[in-house]
């Protein structure tokens, strides 16, 4: 097996975007923050920073409901997307480039977020250091909230190769399960422009009590579990929605 290595520039840059905003439609994203004000009782004034925020689709949207959103990715082509949308929407949001593994942060916000699978692409001790990371920078009584994929909906579904089609352009997704690490590994090929690229990455899959577990052992008090809707978390839910309590 091919060590896991993440490489955040081989996999989150502008081809992934180009193929996946179009299923990040407004009113996908809109239902999303809509869920994250409720679940994390969002009031006016409050700090959120969006963690692996990507483009901005999330943060921006919270920013433009008035509240004080940093939003902190590694990749530099997602952050100048993410401020040129902030620009031209006339929305204030603070952008940085750094790594979750190591945060410039100490009790500074009132709540957390990480959307959209941007949690497990480490080995388990780097991915248990973003959570201790995260513990650190939430106030006292703060919130951090995960949006994952339902590891036992990952199961039913499981297709080992998916092509995505754009504009006569495609990227293909090779996809393997390690039942002995509980690991995805996928290995995405883009065919675009006439031109072909590769890479390849791995995602931790989780159940609820484990992810739950691992929280509580960082330090949290209590955790919680919700389905996309909002529902209380179960085997057909169709995202895993984790919110724990500091």
Avoid at 32 to 58: F, K, N, P, T, Y
Avoid at 87 to 112: H, T, W
Wanted: charged share 25%.
């Amino acid at each position: 097996m091919v060590a896991n290595i993440f490489d955040g520039n081989s996999v989150f840059e502008e081809d992934y975007l180009y193929f996946y905003e179009t299923l990040l439609t407004l009113e996908r994203t809109q239902h999303e923050v809509d869920l994250i004000c409720r679940l994390l009782d969002l009031q006016a004034g409050m700090s959120i920073l969006d963690l692996a925020c990507g483009h901005g689709r999330i943060a921006n949207q919270l920013g433009a409901r008035g509240y004080h959103v940093t939003g902190l990715d590694a990749t530099a082509f997602f952050l100048e997307k993410a401020n040129q949308d902030a620009a031209s929407n006339g929305v204030k949001v603070e952008y940085l480039q750094g790594d979750m593994r190591s945060l410039p942060f100490s009790e500074r916000f009132n709540c957390i977020i990480n959307c959209f699978t941007a949690f497990g692409y480490f080995d388990d001790n780097e991915n248990r250091a973003v959570l201790t990371q995260a513990y650190r920078a939430l106030k006292v009584g703060g919130k951090l909230l995960i949006d994952i994929q339902n590891f036992s909906r990952v199961l039913q579904e499981f297709t080992p190769e998916l092509i995505t089609e754009r504009e006569g352009n495609y990227m293909l997704a090779r996809t393997h399960y390690d039942a002995l690490t509980n690991r995805t590994h996928t290995e995405r090929i883009i065919i675009r422009d006439g031109q072909v690229r590769r890479g390849q990455y791995f995602v931790r899959n989780f159940t609820f009590p484990e992810i739950r577990d691992w929280l509580l052992q960082t330090g949290f008090s209590e955790v919680e579990g919700y389905g996309y809707d909002g529902e209380p978390f179960a085997l057909d839910s169709r995202r895993m929605i984790v919110v724990a309590s500091k």
